[in-house]
Structure formats: C-alpha cells, structure tokens
C-alpha cells in the first residue's frame, strides 16, 4: 500500500471525471474524490490492492482508485457476487465506515465480468456470422 499520496484540501467532494488518464479498462474499480477521510477509508478497504491517484486538468490528483479487492468481488465460496451494485454500495459503506466520512460525497466504480465485455462482442458477431451463412445458404439453394 503506497504511503505517498497526500490528501487534499481543494478537491471538490461532489465531482469526479467521467474519464481519467489510468483509470483501468479492463478491471472492476471504484473511485471517490481525494481527501483526508476518503484517504483513510481507501487505504483501509483496498487492501491489498494499492490506492492510485489520478485526475486529470483541474481534478488533477483530485481522484483516489483502486481495484476492487476479491472480498467485495467474490462471496466466501469464491463465487462471483451476481448484484454488481451490492459489491459498488459494499465497497462505498467500507470507505464511509473505515474513514468515519460524515459529510456529502460523489464515488465511482464499475464491476466488471470475468470476460463478459469481450464475449458479449464476440458473441454478437459470432451470431451475425452465422446468420449471415444461413442467409446466404438459403439464396444459393
């Protein structure tokens, strides 16, 4: 867990970027502005995965990630959490709780799938293919 980052004090609590250089594409993350409590409640939760900074232009450092640890992700058999707003709503509570976070804020996130964002697009065009061999079968029959 990385002890450099430095909480701020000019981070607006109710904005984040839609978009920021860093932020993961393929993983499940949640996000909330950078301050002091947000700090401490991310370095508890996160664990173990490391607590990033990002932000860019005038949110610059303004943003605190991480990954979502598997003990949000998975229940205690391994399997993965079906209700993906359980895992972001469980995720947020551990932040509050952790970091004693009493005032108003905005957070982030996004479960994501095993391979669903790849072989929902493989599949849908895996389906045109195929429709499209029928298609073109019939015609030449």
């Not at 949110?59 to 229940?75: A, T």
């Not at 009493?102 to 095993?114: A, E, F, L, M, P």
């Amino acid at each position: 867990m990385s002890n450099s980052i430095t909480p701020r004090t000019d981070c607006n609590r109710d904005a984040l970027p839609e978009f920021w250089t860093g932020q993961p594409t393929d993983q499940s993350w949640w996000a909330i502005p950078n301050w002091n409590e947000s700090l401490a409640g991310m370095q508890e939760c996160c664990t173990p995965n490391e607590v990033q900074v990002g932000g860019d232009g005038d949110m610059e450092g303004c943003v605190l990630w991480c990954v979502i640890p598997d003990s949000f992700l998975k229940d205690k058999d391994g399997k993965v959490h079906e209700n993906k707003n359980g895992v972001l709503s469980d995720m947020g509570n551990c932040v509050k709780n952790r970091g004693n976070v009493s005032t108003g804020y905005i957070t982030g996130g996004k479960v994501r799938d095993s391979s669903a964002a790849v072989s929902a697009r493989t599949t849908t065009l895996f389906g045109v293919g195929v429709w499209a061999l029928l298609t073109v079968g019939m015609v030449m029959a």
